[in-house]
């Protein structure tokens, strides 16, 4: 009895087995396949996509439904859906094959396997597995590999559940596309070197323009894109759209020993804290964590290498070598539109550092470090001083950039007024207070923008944000946050005020469009051996593109 018991047991596991096996698109796909692209369940993906477009603009979404449902068969190559199941996901795999044409192998879930192979062409080659047919027109076949070898399992855990969200979901098996084409990368490497060794003799000598900085800045970029991409083993985007907006999740993992993999281990998350101190009125809000101090020192080589100064190029090299002992935490900031006569674009900045005081003091000699810049068209004047306001009991340096324009430059003029508007007449201004383990820059706006933004401090959190930060990471290495709608609007009101710029609406049709502010979020994570990247774009946003493009068609309409 026992072993009548345990016999059946076994055959019904491995009969559950082979239907779990039959079931999955993913397992029908060989390890060496390229590129898979899901659509999930499409008759409930049409109704996301039908409710995204409503959303926007009401009526449009039944249009779209029509165009898709048109033009849905003509994807998967059976224009009248013969046979197919629409209720399960749909899978589309791509095998590179060097220099010759791609195999693309459909894996269509069926409700009837026979009327779905009748449906195909003539010219498709097909085989059934289960309730999947596998079908192709661009050759042969490949055969159907055994479970452990399929791409279902050497994708990894983190990158198939993030290839399970949304209703569009792609895996890019990025390990053996680049091995694949691997000569044709080198190759590519090879023109862009060459293509930046070229502008070396492309800018005139007398330009006043040092080009190998910015050529090795450049180069150094494209080293790490291409070293990225042959350190990378796998690549997935998915893609969730429905009726509050569109999310979209990228995860990007790398090999364990690599050095993309060594170099991101070495980026410390953050939970941005201090974002909920920001002023609330802000059109972009940002958040950094991890190399910022190899950024700094970055910027202050780049800047003096371009310098034709030799005194200048030993001064801010020294003071670079400074920030060697100094420890940087997170960064944070926001962009406002303010009030063209006191600077359109006022800026926040609070970030993390310590020793405070050795920072201040590398701070302040690299201000008395740029003095005065002879740059291509215009000469560049900073100053600083040194606690010349109080706000309440904390001091606050002033430094103060101002450029003036050559005037033999045609532009001049235009350069001069428009650098006036951005950033008001006193030149580019920024107070800076320094804390006990932070410091705050307010550039733009004025002694009253300063004020407001440091009582904000001290005061509470910015509410606005906790919506669009509670969908991001909790930690993060960057946050974005961008009121698109609103920075365009912002935009055409400054410019509404400027002769230059005759442009037929006044602030009073902009206020009209009723824009509700929200924002556009972006974060990204390192996480071990791999970066996640999510973006939401809230339906709010979507709306508000929409009103400001009918703005832009009525404006045309009357130019």
Request: aromatic fraction near 8%; hydrophobic fraction near 40%; charge should be negative.
């Given at each position: ?354 020793p405070l005081d050795l920072f201040k003091k590398h701070m302040r000699s690299s201000v008395e470090a740029m003095g005065s810049l002879e740059l291509p068209g215009l000469t560049q004047t900073s100053t600083l001083e040194e606690e010349a306001e109080s706000y309440g009991e904390q001091k606050v ?91 365009i609007a912002g935009g055409l009101k400054v410019a509404s005020t400027m002769d230059q710029f005759p442009l037929p609406l006044d602030e009073q049709m902009i206020d009209s469009l009723g824009l509700v502010p929200s924002y556009i979020g ?38």
């Open positions: 009895m026992l072993n009548r018991f345990l016999y059946s047991s076994l055959l019904s596991l491995a009969v559950l087995t082979t239907v779990s096996a039959q079931d999955s698109a993913l397992e029908l796909y060989g390890s060496d396949v390229d590129v898979v692209l899901r659509l999930a369940e499409p008759d409930k993906s049409i109704e996301s996509v039908v409710e995204l477009i409503n959303g926007a603009q009401p009526g449009f979404g039944e249009i779209a439904r029509g165009a898709i449902g048109q033009n849905l068969g003509q994807v998967i190559s059976n224009p009248t859906l013969t046979g197919v199941d629409q209720s399960r996901d749909w899978h589309v795999g791509v095998y590179g094959n060097g220099k010759a044409e791609p195999l693309v192998v459909f894996a269509i879930p069926a409700v009837d396997t026979d009327d779905l192979v009748g449906g195909l062409g003539e010219d498709f080659k097909s085989s059934v597995h289960g309730k999947y047919v596998l079908y192709t027109d661009k050759g042969d076949l490949p055969e159907v590999p055994a479970v452990e070898e399929s791409v279902a399992k050497s994708m990894g855990e983190e990158s198939k559940t993030a290839f399970e969200m949304g209703e569009i979901s792609l895996y890019v098996n990025s390990k053996h596309l680049t091995a694949t084409y691997q000569e044709e990368m080198e190759t590519a490497y090879d023109q862009v070197l060459e293509g930046l060794n070229q502008l070396r003799f492309a800018m005139p000598q007398d330009a006043g323009i040092n080009m190998g900085p910015i050529i090795e800045m450049y180069g150094a970029l494209a080293e790490k894109l291409f070293q990225g991409a042959k350190d990378s083993e796998s690549v997935v985007v998915a893609i969730d759209v429905g009726a509050e907006g569109v999310r979209i999740e990228e995860y990007v993992n790398f090999g364990a020993k690599t050095k993309s993999a060594k170099s991101l281990a070495s980026l410390p998350t953050s939970e941005m804290a201090d974002l909920g101190k920001l002023p609330e009125d802000a059109i972009a809000y940002y958040g950094v964590s991890g190399g910022l101090k190899d950024t700094f020192k970055w910027s202050m080589s780049f800047t003096a290498d371009m310098s034709e100064d030799k005194s200048v190029r030993e001064k801010m090299k020294e003071i670079s070598t400074s920030l060697d002992e100094i420890e940087f935490g997170a960064m944070v900031g926001s962009f406002t539109i303010g009030d063209p006569e006191n600077g359109a674009i006022q800026a926040t900045g609070i970030a993390h550092v310590k340096d002033i430094v103060t950039v101002k450029q003036e324009f050559d005037a033999d430059q045609p532009q001049a003029e235009l350069q001069a007024r428009m650098q006036e508007m951005m950033f008001g007449s006193n030149g580019i201004e920024s107070r800076v207070m320094y804390l006990d383990d932070k410091y705050i820059t307010v550039m733009g706006g004025g002694k009253a923008a300063a004020k407001k933004v440091f009582e904000s401090f001290e005061g509470t959190s910015n509410q606005t944000l906790a919506s669009p930060r509670e969908i991001l990471m909790e930690k993060a290495n960057f946050i974005g946050l961008m009121d698109l709608p609103g920075a972006l974060g990204i994570a390192v996480e071990d051996n791999a970066i996640r990247c999510r973006t939401d774009i809230p339906m709010s946003q979507i709306k508000g593109i929409f009103k400001i493009s009918m703005l832009f068609v009525g404006m045309r309409n009357q130019l």
